[in-house]
């Protein structure tokens, strides 16, 4: 069914108002010192969309994807505003998904050499970049010797870190990077993985959740009108409730020491398959 953007968008501004009057008195105090870090993915295609994440009130990291038109003049300008910028690295989804990655997709049959040359242009084309997340790539993700490959590219390209988008529920990130020595972040919350202002309200709510039980939760969303128009209603209600929003620099810093309760209550991945 068409979206109506403009009846959306009204919609969208009038359930905000309502959520954002209702959080404060109905959802739990977040625990004390609790941080989340919160990265908008697929930018560069729109000059718009990445200046409105620019200028969302916090530390939100962008996420941009390799050879798109306005990657490159975003990211300095995300980097002169003092926001964090990602390689957002296109990879294989499962096979049979319609979705195309893009240009500059780490394919599933390429070799180590293959993988390493490509990361390495796409990287060119995205300066300022501090760490690389999964554009789609659920079968990439549970390939060890793919991402044992991209993993030894990410530390000989200055140490880089992996958010690992989680988009597999196989992924083997995590072990993968330990093994290459390369520090990796796991997406906890998708603020939209079904499009509409409802859906990006319950991600919301689910995100207040979890900080109230645990002190870190990493949160990725996508350059939505709603999406971003909620976070530009949410993120200024949350150090009233002693959240922070950090760089994930930051968290990457505070999750060295990894507890085991840190990923336990993780929700299962909406997005499997791409
Ligand atoms: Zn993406």
Known sequence: MPRDPSRLFAN???GLSLYCATIVGVQPAAASGATVSIVIDDLGNSIRDGRRVIALPAPVALA???HTA???TLADEAYHANKEILLHLPMDPEDGMAADPGPGRIENQ???HEIAA???YDLQTVPHVIGVNNHMGSRITRNSAAMS????ALRQHGKLFFLDSRTSPQSVAARVGADNDV???ERDVFLD???GEENVMQSIQRVERLLATRSRVIVIGHPYPETLAALERWLPTLAARGTRVVPLSVMLNDLKVKRPNDYADRPASPRSGL
């Open 149 to 152: 490959a991209l993993m030894s």
């Open 12 to 14: 969208s501004l009038l």
């Open 118 to 120: 490509m990361f390495s």
């Open 183 to 185: 520090a990796v972040l």
């Open 64 to 66: 941009i994807l390799p």
């Open 193 to 195: 993985h079904e499009a």
């Open 70 to 72: 306005y990657g490159a």
């Open 110 to 112: 390429m070799s180590a």
